[in-house]
């Protein structure tokens, strides 16, 4: 598992036992963690599409 994944399994279950318990920074945890995830994958997208080009007189 990716740390994208990782981050978005462990958000989802920070906010799900958040919610279930009434833990709002538990709630809370699990977002930025789902967030953290998002821009991961955002940075990864960039970065391959800017090898693209890099990679393309190999």
């Known amino acids: ?10 958000g ?11 833990n709002d920074d538990l709630k809370k945890e699990g977002k930025v963690d789902r967030t953290t995830a998002s821009v991961k994958d ?4 960039a970065a391959d599409k800017a090898k693209g080009p ?4 190999k």
Do not use: C, H, P
Request: net charge neutral; proline share 0%; aromatic share 0%.
């Open 1 to 10: 598992m990716s740390d994208k994944n990782t981050d978005e399994g462990k």
């Open 12 to 22: 989802r279950i920070k906010e799900a036992a958040g919610s279930l318990t009434g």
């Open 42 to 45: 955002g940075v990864d997208k």
């Open 54 to 57: 890099l990679n393309r007189d």
